[in-house]
Every structure is written in C-alpha cells, then in structure tokens.
C-alpha cells in the first residue's frame, strides 16, 4: 500500500479494524502496511481509541510485549441498544401484523439489514466477555440474527436442520419435544459442524416454550459442548414457565389480541 497522509490513514485504520473484531493484530502490520514508525501509529491507535469510546463503537484495547497488538470489540452501550429496542417494540405493535391465529408477523424485521445489525450488536455486547468458539441456531428465521451476531464477535455459525442433509455428510439427530404443540420432532447436527467441548453461544429469533432451545441444548451434549449462552430475539410472556431458564432476550411479547387487534411488546430481560 502506498504512503497515505495521516487524516487518510486514519481512515483505513479505522476500516481495518472494523472489519477485523476480536483480532489481535500487531503494529507491525500497520507500521508495514502504511510504511509508519510504531510511534505514528501508537498514536494514530489512541486518536481511534478516543473517538471509539465517545461514540460508543466500542473498546481498542492495546496489550504490550513482543507478542502484543491491538484488539477491537465492538459493544453497543446499552443506552442506545434500549432505545433501538423501543422503537423496534413501537413498530412490531402495529396492528396490522396480526396474522390468522394470533401470531405475529416479523419477516420483514429479519430482512432489514439495519434491523438485524443493530440486533446482532446488541447480542455481540451482551455476551462480549464469554470464551465462545460457535453461535449455533436451528433453521430457518433464527439464521440471519445468528450471522448478524457472528459478523461482530468473529467467530463461525453452526445451522441445526430439521431434517439431516447428504451434502453434510453424517450427522447427530435426536428428538426433542416441541414446547407449543408437544409434539415430538427432529433436530440434527452434521459432525463436520463442530468440534468436541466447544464454547457456544445459542442464538434464536423466537422463544415461546423454550422447547427448540431445549432441543438444541441435549443436542449439544451429543457433542460435550459448552452451552456458554441463550439469546433469544423475543420471548413470549404468555407461558407460566419456559423450558429454559438462563437467557438473554431483547423483547418480549406480552400477548396479540386478534379481536381488538392489540399487540403488546416490550423490552425484554437484558434491559431489566
């Protein structure tokens, strides 16, 4: 890369650990990179570090030694993770998306890529400090939040299926009971997918029971993971007890009145 000016290289720098969350990444690599002393880019480190921490975008933090770099994560203060929760809760009671039989129609949320990265950062700041190898989440509505949050913890997603695909190659599948309809349904896992004793971090769109969630966890044992994590996106309110007890969710919906077309929605358990 050629000689930048400094307001330039600030810039890139900036891209380049944007891009990069949770890499350690020596100075040497933006020393060679823009053809810079260690001491410019310490400095130009702290100038980005100032600006990340005013703004919210999250925190640089600069180890020492030999072995020693930079390292970006991102974290969303909670402050502004509320009220993007607030105004999302606004618009999911719209009476307009009651749907036949007192569901709620959230499709068009999972497809908007502003919605999903403000979702997925707000996972990515809840469980910021956990040792996590996967995010796991069964398909199909919960993949887009779980890719969302893998974007800024940089680590890989793991997809459970209904039904076991032969382009997976052999596969772990189990039965669980489902927590709405208790009825019994399959869940797999190709091998290939992940490793023995991994860290990870579950991730789903919708909780009402707990019972997929549930599913995915006895799944879990077949590998001897680790569950480190639950978030789910919203939780229902309308159940007495859920299958699951240690999770994170970002709404909560209290219940849809398909007669007086009432939706209620809140902020859910990570604001309490």
Not at 81 to 108: A, H, V
């Amino acid at each position: 890369m050629k000689k930048l000016k400094r307001s330039a290289r600030l810039v890139e720098m900036t891209q380049y650990l944007l891009f990069r969350p949770h890499t350690l990444i020596p100075l040497t690599t933006f020393a060679e990179r823009y053809s810079s002393a260690k001491s410019s880019i310490s400095e130009d480190l702290a100038i980005i570090k100032e600006v990340f921490d005013e703004e919210g975008v999250g925190e640089l933090q600069t180890l020492a030694g030999a072995a020693g770099g930079v390292k970006f994560t991102p974290k969303m203060p909670k402050e502004a993770s509320l009220l993007f929760i607030q105004n999302l809760c606004k618009q999911l009671q719209q009476p307009e998306r009651i749907l036949p039989g007192g569901y709620l129609y959230m499709s068009d949320i999972m497809g908007q890529p502003y919605f999903l990265n403000e979702i997925g950062k707000t996972f990515a700041s809840a469980f910021a400090g956990r040792d996590l190898d996967v995010i796991m989440t069964v398909e199909t509505k919960g993949i887009p939040i779980a890719y969302a949050t893998a974007t800024y913890m940089n680590i890989p997603v793991v997809i459970v299926r209904r039904d076991g695909r032969v382009t997976e190659g052999s596969a772990v599948s189990i039965n669980y009971v489902s927590g709405s309809n208790k009825r019994i349904q399959t869940m797999s896992l190709a091998r290939r997918a992940l490793k023995e004793e991994a860290n990870v971090l579950i991730i789903d769109d919708f909780m009402h029971v707990g019972g997929t969630i549930h599913g995915m966890m006895d799944l879990l044992k077949e590998f001897k993971a680790v569950v480190k994590g639950v978030g789910v996106f919203m939780e229902s309110c309308e159940v007495e007890e859920h299958l699951v007890d240690d999770y994170i969710s970002l709404a909560k919906l209290g219940g849809v009145d398909s007669k007086t077309k009432q939706i209620t929605v809140e902020p859910g358990s990570y604001f309490d």
